[in-house]
């Protein structure tokens, strides 16, 4: 019985009820029953978590152990606990985070990403220009209104990087007029090593900017960074 008993749960890809059964002592079948559902639960969670991480497209997992705010200055309407908890999300409320390269803005935005996927929320994880890239691919190869909606349909839009690569006109008005649909419906979090008015070197449109601007900081926790590089401190630190 206990063979069979094997062979149906690898059947049914359910090897973690045989490791409860063989693992625990049980005096009642209802204990039994108890355990399997809670098992089975619990496996099924984790599952949706690996799925939700995946099609985040993270470039890496990166999470809160370890992390330091010691550089971090924090705005009155959020502390680090909350951030940590990403319980801005729940408001549809964005993060900024502004500051020098490498003083941790990408590890913080994906700490959270992650923290919401484990919360069971759909996140999307881009770098700005790869996203306006895909957004001019879309668009003149007519399918951008489904792509959008499938970004809309997200708890949480990542754009790491903005400042990085200047635009052109047409991919500004692109990521402009997907940031204006995802406001007051989704959160966004954005990373960016230039202060908000030097964003008008990267979309090149002074009022574009400044409507972008107006639509993320409304609602917005904004995030700053100091400090020098931490993969330079490191380097440093090893030679």
Not at 15 to 21: D, F, G, I, R
Request: glycine share 6%.
């Amino acid at each position: 019985m206990k063979e069979e008993l094997r062979q149906l749960c690898k059947q049914m890809r359910l090897a973690h009820v045989m490791n409860v059964y063989e693992q625990v002592p049980f005096e009642h079948p209802t204990q039994f029953l108890h355990a399997v559902l809670s098992s089975e639960r619990s496996s099924r969670e984790q599952g949706k978590i690996r799925r939700l991480l995946q099609k985040a497209r993270f470039t890496q997992i990166k999470t809160f152990e370890g992390y330091s705010f010691e550089s971090v200055s924090l705005p009155d309407s959020v502390t680090i606990e909350e951030l940590k908890r990403a319980s801005f999300v729940e408001r549809k409320e964005n993060a900024i985070l502004l500051g020098p390269v490498g003083t941790g803005k990408t590890h913080l935005a994906t700490a959270m990403g992650v923290e919401t996927c484990k919360q069971g929320k759909k996140v999307r994880f881009y770098r700005v220009a790869e996203l306006v890239s895909i957004l001019q691919t879309k668009f003149h190869a007519g399918n951008l209104p489904r792509f959008q909606k499938e970004l809309l349909d997200t708890d949480v839009l990542i754009l790491d990087e903005l400042g990085f690569v200047p635009f052109h006109k047409d991919g500004a008005d692109l990521l402009f007029h997907l940031i204006s649909e995802c406001y007051e419906r989704i959160s966004i979090i954005v990373t960016s090593n230039l202060e908000f008015s030097q964003w008008n070197t990267v979309f090149g449109d002074n009022r574009l900017t400044a409507a972008l601007i107006d639509r993320l900081v409304h609602h917005a926790h904004i995030v700053a960074f100091t400090g020098e590089s931490y993969r330079l401190r490191h380097a440093l630190s090893h030679r």
